[in-house]
Nanobody, 123 residues
């Protein structure tokens, strides 16, 4: 019932910032918990961040705490990932995902996924 499209990826130097956006279609968007995952070449998919509701509780991976912020705007059917102080280790394809249950770190339980957007951080 939900389609997700990520945007905002690109090439950035270490220490720089990017803001990823995820546009969702479907009038039941507000009923879903939203998450961000990433996958680097040769590595398994990794949890990044998740948010329950607009302004509500969120979950962040230890590797991005203090640098990344997740937010959502239900009126616009959008979820965002603000990425600051980027490191080369952040290089990956970033995916937006939607879940009907609050299982922020379990990618297996997210029902809907976007196509991904590439983030490359150079040194």
């Amino acid at each position: 019932q939900v389609q997700l499209v990520e945007s905002g990826g690109g090439l950035v130097q270490a220490g720089g910032s990017l803001r990823l956006s995820c546009a969702a279609s479907g009038r039941t968007f507000n009923s879903y918990y939203m998450g961000w995952f990433r996958q680097a070449p040769g590595k398994e998919r990794e949890f990044v961040a998740a948010i329950s509701w607009s302004g509500g509780p969120s979950s962040l991976a230890d590797s991005v705490k203090g640098r990344f912020t997740i937010s959502r705007d239900n009126a616009k059917n959008m979820v965002y990932l603000q990425m600051n102080s980027l490191k080369p280790e952040d290089t990956a394809v970033y995916y937006c995902a939607a879940s009907r249950d609050w299982v922020p770190r379990n990618d297996r339980l997210y029902a809907y996924w976007g196509q991904g957007t590439q983030v490359t951080v150079s040194s």
